[in-house]
């Protein structure tokens, strides 16, 4: 398996192996549970689906709700793919839960989230520009300035930057050290930020490097 879905608990420091404290941001993923095997020779390629968060049949669309019901498996709030690992993965079974296990021995990881929103940015927040002077007679202290020329382009090109909206968005962090894991409680500690707010759905896949 690649990797889990899991929920970001917080932050909190641990001790490592030398003794050192640590930053580690927590990660429940103790509640996976396989909905589908996907196989070369029935949908063209090999995959995992799984579900996290179970939830009432009453706040799933239909669609998923037949899509669960002719798989066996429980209403959940998060369905997502993950590439398999080894050829064991082929034998995973519907129903199946997985948990912390997953990252045993795994030593970096990618970790996938909605970033925090900001609302509407100026382009010093968003884009760490630099302010005008505050001496006498200087208007211009936290606007953008110019946009581009009137006479020609007389346009505003493409990917200018500009305030308006920030954050909100898909944000992956790659390369974060795992220092441990609990199977226990279902945890995962990441070394450093990952992104999104806490309760935010975390995607956590294992790093490979080329």
Known sequence: MQGLIGKKVGMTRIFNETGRVVGVTVIQVGSNVVEQVKTEENDGYSAVQL??????????????????QKLGTAPVKVLKEFEMDSAEDANLKPGQALGAEVFENVRFVNATGVSKGRGHAGTIKKYNFQRGRESHGNT??????????????????????????????????RRLEVIGIDKEQGLVFVKGSVPGCRTGIVYLKKFIEK
Do not use: D, I, W
């Open 51 to 68: 579900g996290f968060l179970e939830v009432e049949e009453r706040k799933v669309r239909k669609p998923q709700l037949g899509h669960f």
């Open 140 to 173: 211009n202290h936290r606007e953008r300035g110019s946009s581009g020329a009137g006479s020609y382009p007389a346009r505003v090109m493409p990917g200018l930057r500009m305030s308006g909206h920030m954050g909100a968005c898909q944000v992956t962090t």
